[in-house]
């Protein structure tokens, strides 16, 4: 018995000795694979240390940023209507519109510099400036990653770490509670998913975020009083939201639209580019010619092209050992880039038949002149044609159920609204001359605003009657011939300053009392076809260029048909 009891103290103690030498190995392993860390940390920091030590020169987009006000050209009324929506003790959520490369995300930087300093705003030292591209904000169906609205860590996460050990999911902040307090700034808004588009609204109505996981349970014990508290009563995300967006009104979610305050930034005239040519030119230390900076004005839609392009040209100016840019390294820089020429047009010297100037509207807040060319050509009774170039007629949209749905285009239809309005006006059956309607350029045009160009046009060709070249015209034609009001109105007089018309006909609806101070073209209100064909046609608007004065017009009433009279509606 004895012996038995020493073999099983032997024993005891040699397992002893074994889970002990077992314990010991795994804690001398643990140190070893410390110091490996250790080591390995120490090594990847030099490396990182090594990298930050080396840095390119500043490129000169950074360099030619606008770090105030003044720096953002061509944008006072934006600014002003950015500050008026910001910097006040109610501060408003902003949709803002405009081009690529004209300073949206600089001006929401700086107004929100601005409204820091501004007494009574609710913005102070602790208001961040968080900037999210919703291009690279993708959404994740699965709720693993959305650096948008948050999402949470649940215990099977990868990297979970000691909370994921213990079972306990952990919330993860996203843009908009890091923004709480301040401005969330989201470029190309319009890119979002429309499952964000909706969580985002729901924010912005809450002001707060609730986060859910199967996982959490609001009886355990072992959960942290913080994270209780953040799947209770939510994350705080009371900010003020910027969205950026290229895109036109139209396209934007209208639900987004409702929350929030449009502004819109224009894009840039051709001098203003040359300004910014001639100060990124000047943050390098280099001059342009003035010839050089006639290409870049031609060819650059914004101030980031121009950067581009005048950084390019002083590239080959320093390689030939020259110290100014020249037409010639611009022109390079501009084949070689394969840019086209701005889309900028001028209205015609000499007046034309069947040719009138309309204006539209192509872009985010930008306007431009658009050619109308009518041609009418005789043939047999009814077997007359109607031809458009250059203009949307019909669109297909989504219908749901994996159908589509046809739309005539409103441009389409404004067509058939002048012709039925000029038969009835001139007693002629169109239908027996092939009306062949010409846009040139290529710009897609479409809605009803065209109308009163249309109807110049075809009036002009079908009477014989040149058409004022320096009269610009922008409104929708009902069946009746009144003249409707239509959108972007500033935009289109601003087109039609910048291409030298001297007078601009738009819808009496439309008309201001500040275009009275704001253009020094001459505005014509009108309500109906009658006082468009008087303001537009060289028969009764006769005007002595050479001295910039209007004579006395001979006749007011084109001839109507017995028993027609003009007359509001």
């Known amino acids: 018995m004895q012996e038995f009891t020493g073999v099983l103290g032997l024993v005891q103690i040699f397992f002893a000795i074994v889970i002990g030498l077992y314990f010991f190995n795994l804690l001398r392993n643990q140190q070893t694979n410390k110091a490996a860390v250790e080591r390995e940390s120490r090594k990847e920091m030099q490396n990182l240390e090594k990298l930050r030590n080396i840095s390119l020169t500043e490129p000169l987009s950074e360099k030619t940023r606008p770090s105030n006000f003044k720096e953002i050209v061509g944008q006072e009324e934006g600014l002003k209507a950015l500050r008026a929506a910001l910097c006040t003790s109610n501060p408003q959520h902003v949709l803002l519109y405009g081009p690529p490369g004209i300073g949206k995300t600089a001006a929401a930087r700086l107004v929100l510099e601005e409204a820091k300093r501004t007494r009574g705003t609710p913005f102070g030292e602790h208001s961040r400036f968080i900037e999210l591209d919703a291009t690279t904000a993708r959404f994740d169906e699965r709720g693993i990653a959305d650096p948008l609205i948050g999402t949470v860590h649940d215990p099977i996460y990868q990297g979970a770490g000691a909370m994921g050990m213990a079972g306990i ?166 084949n070689s880039s394969q840019l086209s020429p701005r889309p900028e047009k001028s209205v015609p010297q000499a007046p034309q038949t069947g040719y009138a100037n309309g204006l539209a509207v192509y872009g985010p807040n930008m306007g431009t002149i658009v050619e109308i060319e009518a041609s009418v050509i005789p043939v047999n009774s009814g077997r007359g044609a109607v031809n458009i170039n250059g203009m949307v007629e019909e669109e297909e949209l989504g219908g749901g159920g994996g159908r589509t749905v046809k739309r005539k285009s409103t441009a389409r239809g404004s067509v058939d609204n002048v012709i039925s309005v000029l038969s009835t006006c001139l007693e002629l059956d169109l239908n027996d001359y092939h009306l062949h309607l010409n846009f040139p350029g290529g710009i897609p045009l479409d809605g009803g605003s065209a109308g009163v160009g249309i109807a110049t046009a075809i009036y002009s060709a079908l009477k014989n009657e040149p058409v004022d070249p320096q009269v610009a015209m922008t409104g929708e034609i009902s069946v009746r011939g009144y003249v409707r009001p239509v959108g972007g109105i500033v935009p289109k007089l601003e087109a039609a300053v910048e291409a030298g018309a001297a007078k601009v006909i738009i819808p009496e609806k439309n008309w201001q009392e500040s275009f009275r101070q704001d253009y020094s073209v001459e505005i014509v209100p009108v309500s109906h076809l009658n006082e468009v064909l008087q303001e537009s046609l060289c028969k009764y608007n006769n005007i002595d260029r050479e001295k910039g004065k209007g004579t006395e017009k001979e006749e007011k009433t084109i001839p109507l048909p017995a028993g027609m009279t003009w007359s509001h509606p």
């Not at 919330?171 to 985002?200: M, S």
């Open 169 to 334: 999911p952990q919330p993860k902040p996203g843009a908009v509670t890091r923004a709480h307090g301040g401005i969330l700034f989201i470029d190309e808004i319009g890119e979002l998913h429309p499952i964000q588009i909706n969580k985002l609204l729901k924010v912005l109505e809450d002001r707060k975020v609730f986060l859910e996981s199967s996982y959490y349970n609001s009886e355990d014990t072992n959960i942290p009083r913080h994270i209780h508290e953040m799947f209770q009563n939510g994350l705080p995300a009371d900010f003020r939201l910027i969205g950026a967006t290229t895109r036109t009104p139209e396209e934007m979610p209208p639900a987004v639209r409702s929350r929030c305050l449009e502004i819109f930034f224009r894009g840039l005239h051709p001098n203003e580019v040359a300004e910014i040519a001639l100060n990124a030119a000047k943050r390098i230390k280099t001059s342009i010619t003035d010839s050089g900076v006639e290409v870049v004005q031609r060819y650059a839609n914004n101030g980031r092209e121009a950067v581009n392009i005048v950084q390019m040209a002083a590239g080959i100016t320093h390689g030939e050992g020259k110290s100014v840019i020249d037409v010639r390294e611009v022109e390079w820089v501009v």
